[in-house]
């Protein structure tokens, strides 16, 4: 069957260290992978896209890293605060219509 | 602002009374779907719309209607709700596939309880 795993213990680092949040999936060939940011009772925002033929993607202290051969996609935030404690979800494209989304991982970072 | 709007935020309601959620988005977007979360199970596809009158159903569709018949309208009907179908629902747009990134812009969700 298809799944898309992320890891459901919440991680929690330090303000200042790097962040790093995995998404595993089988049985799909997504044409493209994103990740979204959702807070507490509101609705997600999307962060970053990256396509099949991409291996890496940045965007101020975010990165993301897709391996197609893995099928796996690594999210890194660096530096990181307080303020980005929020449950990162990723979301596959297949290159039809659908979305699907993981379970998310919930981030704390303490000060 | 560019944004989706969905009604009501709340809801407290018993089996079987029909209700629906409305959605609205001011993006002029074609694609639009709903979604419901669940604790461990995240967010999980209702139906979807390619576009006015174009409706196609998601991973979990049984119980639930919807209807495409604007633009920038796509409201979610539960015939006859089930407690099963106490959830977090979000509805989502965005433009079409293959233009931008594709980013899907959601709602503020609507808590909907069936006693």
């Known amino acids: 069957s298809q799944k898309i795993e992320q890891n459901s213990e919440a991680l929690n680092i330090q303000e200042g260290k790097t962040a790093t949040l995995t998404c595993n999936y089988t049985?799909?060939?997504?044409?493209?992978l994103q990740w979204y940011r959702q807070d507490p009772g509101r609705g997600p925002v999307f962060l970053l896209l990256i396509r099949e033929n991409e291996k890496e993607k940045r965007k101020e202290r975010l990165k993301v890293t897709f391996d197609t051969t893995l099928k796996q996609s690594l999210f890194h935030i660096t530096a990181s605060q307080p303020a980005d404690s929020a449950t990162y979800l990723c979301?596959?494209?297949?290159?039809?219509?659908?979305?699907?989304f993981g379970a998310g991982t919930r981030l704390f970072v303490k000060a | 602002e560019a944004q989706v709007t969905q009604n009501p935020r709340y809801l407290i309601t018993v089996t079987g009374k029909k209700l629906t959620v409305t959605c609205s988005q001011n993006?002029?977007?074609?694609?639009m779907s709903w979604y419901r979360q669940d604790p461990g199970l995240g967010l999980r596809q209702i139906y979807y719309s390619m576009n006015v009158e174009v409706t196609d159903k998601g991973d979990v569709p049984e119980g639930y209607k919807v209807s495409r018949k604007e633009k920038r309208n796509f409201p979610l009907i539960l015939e006859s709700p089930s407690p099963n179908q106490t959830s977090l629902y979000f509805c989502?747009?965005?433009?079409?596939?293959?233009?931008?990134?594709?980013?899907?812009?959601f709602g503020e969700g609507s808590r909907l309880t069936v006693l």
């Open positions: 049985n799909y060939s997504p044409a493209y």
């Open positions: 979301a596959l494209h297949t290159g039809g219509f659908k979305t699907i």
């Open positions: 989502a747009s965005s433009a079409p596939r293959g233009i931008g990134t594709g980013e899907l812009f």
């Open positions: 993006m002029n977007h074609e694609y």
